[in-house]
């Protein structure tokens, strides 16, 4: 008689994703706030950019914007550690979901920018690009996720439990203040990213749709984004103000800071 069901292990290269979101994002005490932002200035801005010969993705303005919010909100890079302490990390570090192939399969990696707030949006641009063009040995953090997944469980295990006591572990396995998980680009239109640190946000396709402005209905270029948030760590009104403040980088896209 034919099994009804077929069981195997899980791939070497979702470990480090499956811990990161059971040992650090289950520890969370999780919420979602959820706005639809107006990016009708970001596609001017962009097309302004690619016909000066510079093609910018969305994500690269999403980085940009959070990160710059997220100087100005140190509660959101504020994480939760045992024995009722925080800890603030000082260095804005963006993470965002990279997909790649081992052996015709694919994973999913963390990758990891540095400040992005100080950089241009042609110099995120070209970091995202790397991502997508370098192979993953000669991208710097992909590589290393590469290598910490194939160590013996009991030693991985190890390390990450000791990053839940001690953020200098913590930074070793994953350094990002914030996440960014999109699946627009499928025409998903809501995306609840998974929490493995303190504010993670989810980025749904960008749509044509009739608002409202000055009274009158107008057609314009939407996009819903989510921010799921340690409610341990940040209250209703904190998030909100944090998320309130990246929409409205997003919606003005001020020349001072992009």
Known sequence: MKCAYETKRSSLYRRNVLDLIELFGGRAQKAHLIC????????????????????????????????????SH??????????????????VVAGFTVERFIDGEPFVFFGEIDKPCEKT???IADELRKYSDLSIDKAAAL??????????????????????????FRLLCNSA???????????????IGPSVCTSVF?????????????????????MSLS????????????????LQDACNLLETCPEVEF
């Open 177 to 191: 203040t914030f996440g960014l998980s999109s699946l627009g680009a499928m025409g998903v239109k809501t995306v």
């Open 143 to 168: 590589n290393r996720q590469k290598r910490f997944a194939e160590w013996p469980t009991i030693l991985r295990q190890i390390i990450l439990h000791i990053g839940i006591w001690f953020p200098s």
């Open 121 to 123: 949006l042609i110099e």
């Open 227 to 242: 921010l799921n948030y340690d409610q341990d760590v940040m209250d209703g009104a904190q998030a909100a103000r944090f």
């Open 36 to 71: 639809n932002v107006d990016m009708s200035r970001i596609e001017v801005r962009r097309a302004e950019l690619a016909a000066s010969g510079h093609h910018i993705t969305v994500t690269s303005f999403l980085l940009k914007a959070i990160s710059i919010a997220q100087e």
């Open 202 to 222: 989810g980025v749904g396709a960008v749509e044509l749709a009739p608002v409202v402005r000055d009274g009158q209905i107008v057609i314009r270029s939407i």
């Open 74 to 91: 140190p509660i959101s890079r504020t994480l939760r550690l045992p024995l009722g302490r925080t800890v603030t990390f000082n260095d």
